[in-house]
């Protein structure tokens, strides 16, 4: 197995190459000048060519790209147009907040999700059925930020529960743990509806299968057929949902980012194309696109230990 | 005697161990929420953004100052300068500094080399975003500790006005800097009544109070100005009481909604940022005098003043804003009248109307208001055809000439000439070395804008700018609409220590008068 994980990481290096080539070109050909946004609108035409020139972006776009690749390929990624930081660096704050927040918002939706898809499936057409699948309708209607909003105003204004801003200090574990809380639950919410409802569709085909027959038949305790024999073979879907989920939970986690005042690399990258920060959008592309490899892998590592037949190969 | 001596004791000792052990006074922490997701820059030579502004105006001195609470040129007093004194022809300027003013964070006493590195940084553009603001200046030199020399080649609009507590004039702390680095971006220091303490990247900017601030220590002892981009959460922080001073939003719903509250009081103040649709005149068929007449009489600015609510927006009196030093009060701006504009344009050959093209931002406040001016248009059988750009890209278009209308939202400092020059004086034509905010492309009133800088009587000066903007109005090198005036909301706990008119910072001045209950 770990020539299979270092053989998909090798493969993945050309794909970030290229994904740094596309935004390196795509970004810049945008309209919309770096220097004009930090020196603003009262700034002279000498102090505008000034930093450009300092920022390298009065060199012709063949030589940008080479400068650029070459630092990248030293294992640099350069620092801010804006704030002069090191790229890598910005993102070194905000990552640990993105991925506790990707990780406690997939245990919730999984946790709780995969279950009452199960029940859903069992009882169906009971009420449990119509009761959740009408909230998990819900779920992936509301939009982020107003299930965000709602989440403030019932535990921070009603309820007195968390403080509106919640500042995750560094160092204070407790702290950090407080201000996961609502942003988890907004992000768990939603993805409850969608692994409860791919659990539910998946189960139900996975039931009328003729084994899980064979196994009632044969006088196979109901709890075990359910989650013993079925579920394993239902999970396969499940695994695929919450593996492409985890890609875009980390991107578009943004809007609860901004709604609840938290770091994260959403928020980096929206700041960094409004402010058009070239490197540091750069730097943040390759890391996405680095994440989403890793989200691959690990789905299909997940597929090898639910399923035996694919571990074999 | 002797009894009531040994009474009289016994009694001022037990209220000096009673005055010991009372608590010492909490402390006073001013939380403000800011429409911002992270910090750009504190070093007010660089910074442009509102956010940064606001909070800049807490911890710097200029030379001199505009009175708190105000921005009127004519209000200017002194403030890190005792005194100053001109010669005749006013190019020589010799400025006393206050003695004992110490610099935050440490740096040590100001003195006139600080003055000097300052403004020279300032007038560099390579460091600076207001270099041009220092163009007329020949030299800086200091003459003693205490004291400063500029000479001037030629007079600029307003020394004084350059020289105060506003973007280049902050004077900032050379040792700091030359220590900082790359650094003094997030950690700047000056004089000024607050000091940094501790950045928290997207979270909040913390300030102290300045014991040593020469006008007396501040009573309030900590600021923290957080980062709240989002402006449901902004609210719902002021709410739960987390913030007791908020950046609002000028939007009258807002206004409304904040004022009905009997615990916060709204502030609205100046400046008013003018709103005017800039012409380009030298494009077809804006070229024909008529056309842009015809535009003039069409739209309906107290129509788009009760569409802004009339707490946030008022109506503009000129093509430069209401209050300035030299703005005509009573400008002779085209009134509303849709038949004259049709009349116009029937003449103008185009009686079955026309199209324009124009770029504009998609930033909600202005779009909005550019809708109700298509719709106006529409009604007089313009076809005025918006394409909408993000605000970024907006900017860098319209400042290549690529837009024929041009809406823009502007405050300057107050005096006419700036805004003058920077729209509408031919040297500031879009697309040229020199070039500014002159998208209009007109140059009818140069002889009266330079004229007016050179004048040395104010009353003749005033006649010259008034002239100027009667011949860019007739001429409609742009169509004025409103003035969005600024908007913060405060607990009735917060007390500025003045009355707030104006502030060229853009937020309310948090100074050593100012308390917290």
């Given at each position: 197995m770990l020539t299979y994980v270092v053989k998909r990481l090798l493969v993945a290096v050309p794909t970030l190459l290229?994904?740094?080539?596309?935004?390196?070109?795509?970004?810049?050909?945008?309209?919309?000048?770096?220097a004009f946004i930090i020196l603003g609108d009262q700034a002279s035409p000498q102090a505008l060519a000034a930093l450009r020139h300092e920022l390298g972006l009065d060199q012709p776009m063949i030589a940008q790209y080479a400068d650029f690749m070459t630092m990248v390929l030293s294992?640099?990624?350069?620092?801010?147009?804006?704030?002069?930081?090191?790229?890598?660096?910005?993102?070194?704050?905000?990552?640990?907040y993105t991925i506790e927040l990707t990780i406690a918002a997939l245990a919730i939706g999984t946790v709780l999700g995969l279950p009452l898809g199960v029940v859903a499936a069992r009882r169906r057409n009971e009420t449990i059925d119509y009761v959740a699948r009408f909230l998990s309708l819900l779920g992936l209607s509301f939009p982020a930020f107003v299930s965000a909003i709602l989440l403030l105003l019932a535990f921070a204004i009603e309820l007195r529960w968390f403080p509106v801003i919640s500042e995750a200090r560094a160092n204070d574990p407790m702290s950090r743990l407080s201000a996961l809380v609502l942003p988890a639950l907004n992000l768990g919410l939603i993805m409850v509806a969608y692994v409860m409802r791919v659990a539910r569709s998946s189960m139900l085909g996975v039931l009328g299968e003729d084994y899980i027959r064979t196994a009632r038949s044969k006088g196979v305790p109901a709890r075990m057929v359910i989650w013993r024999h079925a579920l394993r073979n239902a999970?396969?879907?499940?695994?695929?949902?919450?593996?492409?989920?985890?890609?875009?939970l980390i991107g578009n986690s943004v809007l609860t980012e901004i709604v609840f005042n938290r770091p994260g690399l959403g928020k980096l990258i929206v700041n960094s194309l409004n402010q058009r920060d070239y490197t540091t959008l750069e730097g943040l592309m390759v890391i996405y696109a680095f994440f989403i490899v890793i989200a691959n892998l690990l789905t299909d590592l997940a597929y090898g230990l639910v399923d035996p037949r694919v571990k074999r190969q | 005697m002797k009894r009531i001596g040994l009474m009289a004791a016994c009694v001022w000792t037990g209220a000096a161990l009673l005055a010991a052990s009372a608590p010492a006074r909490a402390e006073k922490v001013l939380n403000v929420g800011m429409a911002a997701a992270d910090l750009g820059s504190l070093d007010p030579h660089r910074t442009a953004t509102t956010p940064d502004k606001a909070i800049i105006g807490w911890m710097f001195n200029g030379l001199v100052r505009f009175k708190p609470g105000t921005m009127n040129p004519e209000s200017i007093e002194p403030d890190l300068a005792e005194s100053w004194d001109a010669t005749e022809d006013q190019l020589n300027w010799t400025f006393?500094?206050?003695?004992?003013?110490?610099?935050?964070?440490?740096?040590?006493?100001?003195?006139?080399?600080?003055?000097?590195?300052?403004?020279?940084r300032a007038s560099d553009p390579k460091v600076s975003s207001f270099s041009s603001d220092f163009a007329d200046v020949a030299s800086i030199e200091a003459s003693d500790p205490y004291t400063v020399q500029i000479k001037l080649k030629q007079r600029p609009p307003s020394l004084l006005g350059i020289l105060t507590n506003y973007q280049g004039g902050n004077i900032v702390c050379k040792k700091a800097v030359e220590k900082l680095g790359d650094d003094f971006r997030a950690k700047a220091v000056g004089t000024g009544p607050?000091?940094?303490?501790?950045?928290?990247?997207?979270?909040?900017?913390?300030?102290?109070?300045?014991?040593n601030y020469f006008r007396g220590a501040p009573k309030i002892d900590k600021i923290v100005y957080r980062y709240i981009p989002s402006d449901a959460t902004r609210d719902l922080a002021y709410t739960s009481g987390e913030i007791d001073l908020i950046y609002g939003r000028q939007d009258q719903t807002w206004a409304e909604r904040m004022k009905s509250d009997p615990h916060t009081i709204?502030?609205?103040?100046?400046?008013?940022?003018?709103?005017?649709?800039?012409?380009?005149?030298?494009?077809?068929?804006?070229?024909?005098?008529?056309?842009?007449?015809?535009?003039?009489?069409?739209?309906?600015?107290a129509e788009l003043v009760k569409f802004k609510g009339e707490l946030t927006a008022r109506a503009a009196v000129s093509i430069i804003p209401h209050d300035y030093l030299g703005t005509d009060e009573q400008a002779p701006l085209y009134p509303y009248d849709p038949e004259k504009a049709k009349a116009l344009l029937a003449e103008a050959g185009f009686a079955n109307g026309l199209t324009i093209e124009s770029i504009q931002t998609s930033l909600p406040p202005m779009l909005n208001t550019m809708?109700?001016?298509?719709?106006?248009?529409?009604?007089?059988?313009?076809?005025?055809?918006?394409?909408?750009?993000?605000?970024?890209?907006?900017?860098?278009?319209?400042?290549?000439?690529?837009?024929a209308v041009v809406m823009y939202s502007a405050a300057r400092l107050p005096v006419a000439d700036i805004y003058l020059t920077q729209f509408f004086h031919s040297r500031s034509i879009v697309g040229t070395p020199t070039a500014v905010t002159n998208f209009s492309h007109c140059d009818m009133a140069d002889k009266e804008i330079d004229a007016a800088r050179l004048a040395t009587d104010p009353a003749k000066q005033k006649e010259l700018w008034k002239k100027a903007q009667e011949i860019l109005i007739e001429q409609v090198c742009a169509v004025p609409l409103y003035e969005q005036l600024q908007v913060w909301a405060r607990r009735d706990t917060l007390d500025y220590g003045y009355k707030l008119y104006a502030s060229l910072t853009l937020g309310p001045i948090i100074n050593e008068q100012s308390t917290l209950k």
């Amino acid at each position: 197995m770990l020539t299979y994980v270092v053989k998909r990481l090798l493969v993945a290096v050309p794909t970030l190459l290229a994904v740094l080539t596309v935004v390196f070109f795509f970004v810049r050909i945008a309209p919309g000048d770096p220097a004009f946004i930090i020196l603003g609108d009262q700034a002279s035409p000498q102090a505008l060519a000034a930093l450009r020139h300092e920022l390298g972006l009065d060199q012709p776009m063949i030589a940008q790209y080479a400068d650029f690749m070459t630092m990248v390929l030293s294992g640099d990624l350069g620092s801010s147009l804006v704030t002069h930081q090191s790229v890598w660096g910005e993102v070194a704050k905000v990552l640990p907040y993105t991925i506790e927040l990707t990780i406690a918002a997939l245990a919730i939706g999984t946790v709780l999700g995969l279950p009452l898809g199960v029940v859903a499936a069992r009882r169906r057409n009971e009420t449990i059925d119509y009761v959740a699948r009408f909230l998990s309708l819900l779920g992936l209607s509301f939009p982020a930020f107003v299930s965000a909003i709602l989440l403030l105003l019932a535990f921070a204004i009603e309820l007195r529960w968390f403080p509106v801003i919640s500042e995750a200090r560094a160092n204070d574990p407790m702290s950090r743990l407080s201000a996961l809380v609502l942003p988890a639950l907004n992000l768990g919410l939603i993805m409850v509806a969608y692994v409860m409802r791919v659990a539910r569709s998946s189960m139900l085909g996975v039931l009328g299968e003729d084994y899980i027959r064979t196994a009632r038949s044969k006088g196979v305790p109901a709890r075990m057929v359910i989650w013993r024999h079925a579920l394993r073979n239902a999970l396969i879907p499940v695994v695929t949902v919450v593996g492409l989920y985890l890609g875009v939970l980390i991107g578009n986690s943004v809007l609860t980012e901004i709604v609840f005042n938290r770091p994260g690399l959403g928020k980096l990258i929206v700041n960094s194309l409004n402010q058009r920060d070239y490197t540091t959008l750069e730097g943040l592309m390759v890391i996405y696109a680095f994440f989403i490899v890793i989200a691959n892998l690990l789905t299909d590592l997940a597929y090898g230990l639910v399923d035996p037949r694919v571990k074999r190969q | 005697m002797k009894r009531i001596g040994l009474m009289a004791a016994c009694v001022w000792t037990g209220a000096a161990l009673l005055a010991a052990s009372a608590p010492a006074r909490a402390e006073k922490v001013l939380n403000v929420g800011m429409a911002a997701a992270d910090l750009g820059s504190l070093d007010p030579h660089r910074t442009a953004t509102t956010p940064d502004k606001a909070i800049i105006g807490w911890m710097f001195n200029g030379l001199v100052r505009f009175k708190p609470g105000t921005m009127n040129p004519e209000s200017i007093e002194p403030d890190l300068a005792e005194s100053w004194d001109a010669t005749e022809d006013q190019l020589n300027w010799t400025f006393h500094l206050r003695k004992g003013v110490q610099c935050n964070n440490g740096y040590g006493e100001l003195t006139s080399d600080d003055v000097v590195f300052s403004l020279k940084r300032a007038s560099d553009p390579k460091v600076s975003s207001f270099s041009s603001d220092f163009a007329d200046v020949a030299s800086i030199e200091a003459s003693d500790p205490y004291t400063v020399q500029i000479k001037l080649k030629q007079r600029p609009p307003s020394l004084l006005g350059i020289l105060t507590n506003y973007q280049g004039g902050n004077i900032v702390c050379k040792k700091a800097v030359e220590k900082l680095g790359d650094d003094f971006r997030a950690k700047a220091v000056g004089t000024g009544p607050f000091a940094f303490s501790e950045y928290t990247p997207n979270q909040s900017v913390v300030l102290v109070a300045n014991k040593n601030y020469f006008r007396g220590a501040p009573k309030i002892d900590k600021i923290v100005y957080r980062y709240i981009p989002s402006d449901a959460t902004r609210d719902l922080a002021y709410t739960s009481g987390e913030i007791d001073l908020i950046y609002g939003r000028q939007d009258q719903t807002w206004a409304e909604r904040m004022k009905s509250d009997p615990h916060t009081i709204v502030d609205v103040f100046g400046p008013g940022e003018l709103s005017n649709i800039n012409l380009n005149i030298t494009k077809k068929p804006l070229d024909d005098i008529r056309v842009r007449k015809a535009i003039a009489y069409a739209v309906n600015r107290a129509e788009l003043v009760k569409f802004k609510g009339e707490l946030t927006a008022r109506a503009a009196v000129s093509i430069i804003p209401h209050d300035y030093l030299g703005t005509d009060e009573q400008a002779p701006l085209y009134p509303y009248d849709p038949e004259k504009a049709k009349a116009l344009l029937a003449e103008a050959g185009f009686a079955n109307g026309l199209t324009i093209e124009s770029i504009q931002t998609s930033l909600p406040p202005m779009l909005n208001t550019m809708q109700i001016v298509q719709a106006e248009l529409k009604k007089v059988g313009i076809n005025l055809q918006l394409n909408v750009v993000d605000h970024p890209t907006f900017h860098a278009q319209i400042r290549k000439d690529l837009s024929a209308v041009v809406m823009y939202s502007a405050a300057r400092l107050p005096v006419a000439d700036i805004y003058l020059t920077q729209f509408f004086h031919s040297r500031s034509i879009v697309g040229t070395p020199t070039a500014v905010t002159n998208f209009s492309h007109c140059d009818m009133a140069d002889k009266e804008i330079d004229a007016a800088r050179l004048a040395t009587d104010p009353a003749k000066q005033k006649e010259l700018w008034k002239k100027a903007q009667e011949i860019l109005i007739e001429q409609v090198c742009a169509v004025p609409l409103y003035e969005q005036l600024q908007v913060w909301a405060r607990r009735d706990t917060l007390d500025y220590g003045y009355k707030l008119y104006a502030s060229l910072t853009l937020g309310p001045i948090i100074n050593e008068q100012s308390t917290l209950k």
